[in-house]
């Protein structure tokens, strides 16, 4: 970012309440103690904090404008610009969004219901081939955090992946019309969300959203293995389908695992090439498909694709395969559906094959009238894997129970109310040589298992 004060007051339809001469401003920040010199500090009002009683602060830390939506709260004495705006969450979003309108960028949007985050991932090593690449860093994936994402953009960028949530309908529709994607890509439809929007057909037709605002010339790229998404396929002018079916455009095949590797021949599109992929499970050669997809399209030959999957850095707990002194541990506690829990149980029945098996099973939130089957059916997977031990976190552990017991399961079952009541019995659980999934919604906090794990081994 790299704007006049004049400029921005211009883009959000504010005034300018005081004259400090032309100021530019760099950077953008929400938060006063992430503020540094000639920033942006735009205050939201909170639940517990308000972001008004920190304009001081911002300022002492180097904010050089302030938006405010009121003008009591303007300051002539403190050495920054005020611009008056209607509405700080809207003036944002209008700053981005005409920010990005005089960028020559290129954006690639990634929503789903699981595996955005390490689609994300994929794809901006894929791009870094090519480009500078800028990519939403940790959950900044919603309607401020995108804003703020394209502001941290500047003109040596030639990529931008933006990763978008959403809960609601109409809610990824703001962020599409804001970041204006070249590339919109849809991972999958799951469980996720169901509490809100009831079934799978309005899921997929929130995540469709994306492409609301797809440049003229836009591509979409869609897992052609979802029956949910089968419906946009014709919507599209320019599309790629990717997926385990041989009817896709790209499509894996001979997946197998080598260590913590795994190994697939990927065709069409008029390439026929083998990939070692840094990760485990078949949800992530999905994952990866999708990422060679926009490479390809970018004109990314496969074997330099091929060498920037080697060295990807992925978001932290998200399958995270971490060999410790005495257990192997699988650290995917970011968040959790149905889909990525059958996942990551596969992972770990893989992984964990001729070792015990121990699976922390947090709650899954967000299904709704959903809730009850999805546990039930991850504890049908848990047992049908062979997992030894089931320990489950949360209010809904007898229906993993439940859903174990009857596909069979004969090993040990233990429940905690919450994730600090469970990090206590850690070394009572686990035993050394074992395999051990950690995976749970992120409300459940299955964070705190991880770090009592890598403590005690």
């Known amino acids: 970012m790299n704007l006049t004060t004049s400029v921005i007051a211009k883009y959000v339809d504010g005034i300018k309440l005081s004259s400090k001469g032309e100021i530019m401003v760099t950077n953008c ?82 929503t789903g219901s699981n595996g955005k985050t390490t689609t994300k991932d994929l794809v901006a090593t894929v791009t870094s081939v090519q480009g500078k690449t800028l990519k939403t860093q940790g959950n900044l994936n919603n309607h401020l955090g995108l804003p703020l994402t394209l502001l941290n953009c500047d003109e040596s960028h030639e990529f931008a992946v933006l990763e978008m949530g959403m809960s609601q309908l109409g809610e990824i529709d703001v962020l599409s019309k804001i970041a204006k994607p070249d590339i919109g890509i849809i991972t999958n439809i799951g469980e996720s969300h169901l509490e809100n929007l009831k079934t799978k057909e309005n899921i997929a037709k929130a995540k469709g959203e994306i492409f609301n605002h797809l440049k003229p010339d836009g591509l979409g790229i869609l897992n052609g293995d979802d029956p949910y998404l089968t419906n946009l396929i014709n919507t599209l002018p320019k599309i790629i389908t990717y997926g385990l079916r041989e009817n896709n455009q790209l499509y894996a095949t001979n997946i197998h695992r080598i260590g913590n590797s795994t190994v697939f021949q990927v065709k069409g599109l008029g390439i026929d090439e083998t990939i070692h992929l840094p990760l485990l499970g078949e949800h992530n050669v999905y994952n990866c498909l999708a990422a060679i997809a926009v490479g390809l399209n970018f004109g990314i030959h496969i074997k330099d694709i091929k060498e920037s999957l080697l060295d990807l850095q992925l978001t932290g707990m998200r399958t995270e395969i971490l060999s410790l002194n005495e257990i192997t541990l699988i650290n995917d506690c970011y968040n959790a559906s149905e889909t990525s829990t059958k996942a990551a149980l596969k992972v770990l029945g893989d992984l964990g094959k001729g070792k015990i098996k121990i699976a922390f099973l947090g709650d899954m939130l967000e299904l709704g009238d959903y809730t009850e089957q999805a546990h039930f059916n991850v504890g049908k997977e848990a047992a049908l894997i062979g997992v030894e031990k089931i320990i489950t976190v949360g209010q809904y552990g007898k229906y993993i129970k439940s859903g174990a017991l009857n596909a069979g399961f004969k090993g040990e079952f233990l429940s905690f109310s919450n994730s600090q009541q469970g990090r206590e019995y850690i070394k009572d659980i686990i035993i050394p040589g074992a395999t051990v999934l950690v995976k749970g919604s992120r409300g459940i906090k299955m964070e705190q298992i991880v770090e009592r794990i890598k403590e005690e081994f």
């Open 29 to 110: 920040v929400i938060d006063s103690r992430k503020a540094v010199s000639n920033s942006l500090f735009i205050p939201f009002k909170g639940e517990r904090v308000n972001g008004y009683d920190y304009i001081k602060n911002a300022v002492e830390n180097g904010s050089s404008c302030i938006f405010i939506e009121d003008e009591r709260y303007f300051d002539p004495e403190l050495p920054c610009e005020f611009i008056l705006v209607k509405d700080n969450v809207t003036a944002l979003q209008q700053l981005a969004s005409n920010y990005r309108n005089g960028l020559n960028l290129k954006v690639i949007g990634v």
